[in-house]
């Protein structure tokens, strides 16, 4: 195979290629279009200003920003962060481009067309927030708070969710972050060690980095990949476990090309390995840990062998990843993952990733899971009030809950059925509020659905998405560089070499623009008008930030002359708590009727003709937020499908070729994109980036380009433990002008 990417190249180009593309390449890729706020060079007089916070992504990497008068003509680190440094990713270097996007939300609009055909007016502020009050007032005077639903994400939808939440009361409250990206590592690692597990894997001081699934480099979190790149220069082992060559897989010493779905089979197979053969941390177990003669005689069917015949990969590539994890323990990072919602069978398996990291007695060490030691900062909002009627949708009559093991709010996919028969009750009402719920959630149609069936729909954004298309009211808000807004505190991204923490602030590096208005404004805004205004907690979102920033005695002002970011010194982030213990047989989930030893529990195989869809990240975009982002779309125009290059050969299809997709029930994509053949993906599956492919005709920069990978998926999987979602058991075959082509059987 041409896979020759030396690790040596890898780590010499590392910070220019998976850290920060640089301003002069993004720009000289521009096709002549007029969006580029620079002007012309020449002026040295640019005044630098600090205290910015990217939300590009959110990692939240800080920035400082060079004006040219009011205009902000380029981002950068912070230099004074411990966090990114000086570095940012492409993304967040085309936060400059996102600013100034003539397609941005400007001012309130109103729908006088239909829901998901809107005919937009402009309206003012008074007539929007009138609007909106009065009408969710009446949803929750006729069916209670439960009748409405909020989809929320992203730094500014805390405090509106936390309104509806706490003070409005309804549990109908379904956050991306949880039940479509990293809900069930958390919880399973809560049922496994007593919290959640962040990405916080000592990468840097590591000997062997094991990543299932995770593909640092195109996944790019500034520090993370820095931690990432600084193991790997330091001479950690590399093992992937990835159907797909990933960027972190061209770097790997070993790379397991697994069968989709099968990961949980390949854990308890190197973990009864280490059992067996008496390789594991006895000492650490026999401390920390409880259960395991009964997790031992639970894992014990699975040799090798089988787990070999199950993943379809050697046996001998199973031993050798377990032997390398025994020889290197307990300085090994097994990376939690983050995006865990696969394939509804993911809770067993995010456990077996805590276990092992047990076995291995890699947690607290160097080089293992070790969280760092962040300040302690203000968490204002609004209060929780005590309110009557109406319970939470996942639980049973008898009080139980149908998902025990869930993250906090309401399974998105209880929502949606209790929305669309009316039963237990009606959801009236919805805020959409920095989500795109079209476009993450499974199974559209059923999204548009519950849409169309609400009595109001506000959505509050910063562009015009799909989903801002099945707005009544669509509120414009300012940007996170136009803004004041929540604080972050962390830790010195090495905290080996140095312990040390720091708190930063958001600021805004230019004023708003055009009548775009912040979180805390539209908020209490709309609070007074239900009837909440003497709810309110804090008048203005600086008043927020300041509240938090005293529990750490400092402000905004102060933060102010520090550059944005404050630091100290910090705690050893080594140090066990005492309360810390592993529970490998749970017996709490084997009383609510699941496993209590880590199993493996098989997924549906594509049918004959079809190969499985995967996705996942580029290193250029976030999700469908970035898509409209011309810099950006320059670097990636659309999102090329991997196919596996024999396969491809026998379908007839070459490097660039356009075609569509369609999946097992015959939805067939609406757009179409190139293929890129490769020996770097397994016969059973394609790939492709997620986030392309947007319906709506005001991003003009995006519209139709590539496919929407969410289209496709028309079967919306859960988890059974957590009611999150699994998303990738769609299977599809290729449409080229107009003529459907099998995949042929992977033999
Ligand atoms: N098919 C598929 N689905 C997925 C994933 C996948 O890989 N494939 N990934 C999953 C994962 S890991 C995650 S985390 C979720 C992410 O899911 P989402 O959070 O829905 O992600 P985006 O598509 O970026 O949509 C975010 C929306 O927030 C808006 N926005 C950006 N900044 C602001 C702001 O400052 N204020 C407001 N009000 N709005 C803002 C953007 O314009 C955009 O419309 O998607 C999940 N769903
Ligand atoms: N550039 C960029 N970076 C981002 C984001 C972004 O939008 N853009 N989003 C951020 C967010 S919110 C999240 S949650 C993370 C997500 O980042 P990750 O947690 O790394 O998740 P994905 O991008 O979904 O990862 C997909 C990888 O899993 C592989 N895979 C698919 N099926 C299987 C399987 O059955 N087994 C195994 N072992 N591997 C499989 C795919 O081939 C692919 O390499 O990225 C974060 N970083
Ligand atoms: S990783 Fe990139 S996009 Fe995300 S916060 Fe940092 S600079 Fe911004
Ligand atoms: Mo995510």
């Known amino acids: 195979m041409a896979f020759n990417v030396t690790r040596r190249k890898f780590l010499q180009t590392a910070s220019l290629a998976a850290v920060a593309l640089p301003l002069s390449e993004v720009i000289a890729s521009e096709s002549g279009i007029t969006r580029s706020p620079l002007e012309p060079p020449g002026s040295l007089t640019d005044e630098t200003v600090s205290g910015g916070i990217c939300e ?158 995770s593909h640092i480099g195109e996944n790019i979190h500034v520090s993370h990949v820095k931690q990432f790149i600084q193991g790997l220069q330091n001479g950690a082992k590399l093992v992937v476990v990835d159907p797909r060559y990933s960027a972190s897989a061209a770097k790997s010493d070993i790379w397991v090309k697994i069968k989709p779905g099968t990961d949980t089979a390949f854990l308890l197979a190197i973990m009864n390995y280490l059992v067996t053969t008496k390789k594991y941390n006895a000492e650490f177990i026999e401390e920390y840990a409880e259960g395991f003669d009964k997790f031992k005689e639970g894992i014990k069917e699975w040799s090798l062998e089988k787990a070999a015949k199950e993943c379809d990969i050697p046996a001998a590539q199973i031993k050798e990843v377990a032997e390398l994890l025994a020889a290197n323990a307990p300085n090994v990072s097994v990376h939690p993952g983050r995006h865990v919602s696969w394939y509804g069978n993911d809770f067993q398996r995010q456990r077996s990733l805590a276990c092992l990291t047990a076995l291995l007695g890699a947690f607290y060490v160097k080089g293992g899971w070790v969280p760092g030691k962040n300040p302690k900062i203000g968490k204002t909002s609004w209060v929780k009030k005590e309110h009557e009627g109406g319970h939470n949708l996942n639980e049973n009559e008898d009080g139980d809950l149908k998902h025990p093991f869930t993250p906090p709010g309401t399974p998105t996919e209880l929502i949606r059925d209790a929305a669309l028969t009316g039963k237990p009750y009606p959801i009236k009402g919805c805020v959409i509020w920095g989500q795109n719920p079209i476009q993450t959630i499974p199974d559209q149609d059923k999204m548009k659905k519950v849409l169309q069936q609400m009595d109001f729909v506000l959505c509050v954004d910063v562009m015009p998405t799909d989903a801002t298309m099945w707005a009544d009211i669509l509120l414009p808000e300012v940007s996170y560089l136009e803004r004041y807004d929540l604080v972050k505190a962390g830790t010195q991204w090495d905290f080996a070499q140095k312990h040390q923490q720091y708190i930063a602030a958001r600021m805004p590096l230019v004023a708003p623009m055009f009548e775009r208005k912040d979180q805390v404004f539209i908020t209490n805004e709309i609070a007074k008008r239900m009837g909440y205004d003497k709810d309110i907690p804090v008048k203005t979102i600086e008043e927020l930030v300041d509240k938090d920033l005293e529990v750490a005695g400092l402000s905004l002002d102060k933060l102010k002359k520090e550059d944005g970011i404050h630091l100290m010194d910090g705690k050893d982030p080594y140090t066990m708590p005492e309360d810390f213990e592993i529970i490998l047989y749970n017996e709490e989930l084997e009383d609510a009727g699941f496993p209590g030893v880590p199993t493996y529990i098989p997924v549906e195989q594509p049918p004959a003709g079809y190969a499985r869809l995967l996705y996942g990240r580029v290193p250029v975009h976030t999700f469908n937020r970035t898509q409209n982002n011309i810099w950006l779309k320059n670097a990636m125009p659309d999102n090329p499908i991997w196919l596996n290059d024999e396969l491809a050969a026998k379908m007839g299809l070459k490097d660039g070729d356009m075609v569509g997709l369609v999946n097992q029930v015959g939805f067939k994509s609406r757009t179409t994109t190139t293929v890129k053949t490769t020996p770097g993906i397994r016969k059973d599956a394609i790939f492709m980036a997620h986030g392309y492919g947007t319906a709506n005709p005001l991003m003009t920069v995006a519209v139709n380009a590539g496919i929407d990978d969410t289209s496709l998926m028309t079967k919306a999987t859960v988890d059974p433990e957590t009611g999150a979602h699994g998303m990738r058991n769609t299977f599809v075959k290729f449409v080229k002008d107009g003529k459907v082509i099998d995949i042929p059987a992977a033999v």
């Open 56 to 213: 590009m992504c959110f990692w939240r990497c800080q920035l400082v920003g060079k004006k040219r008068g009011d205009r902000l003509v380029k981002l950068e680190g912070n230099p004074k962060s411990i966090d990114n440094g000086t570095a940012i990713c492409a993304r967040g270097n085309a936060g400059i481009q996102f600013l100034y996007d003539p397609d941005r939300l400007k001012f309130p609009l109103k729908n006088v067309g239909e829901r998901g055909k809107p005919v937009w007016k402009k309206i003012g502020w008074t007539e929007a927030l009138d609007e909106c009050g009065k009408r969710l007032a009446e949803i929750e005077k006729k069916y209670g708070p439960q009748g409405i639903a909020v989809f929320p994400h992203g730094s500014t939808a805390k405090y509106p969710m936390h309104f509806f939440e706490r003070t409005v009361g309804t549990h109908n409250v379904s956050e991306a972050s949880f039940f479509q990206c990293r809900g069930i590592r958390d919880t399973a690692y809560m049922a496994t060690i007593g919290r959640a597990p962040g990405e916080f894997v000592d990468m840097p001081n590591a000997k062997v980095i094991f990543l299932l699934g």
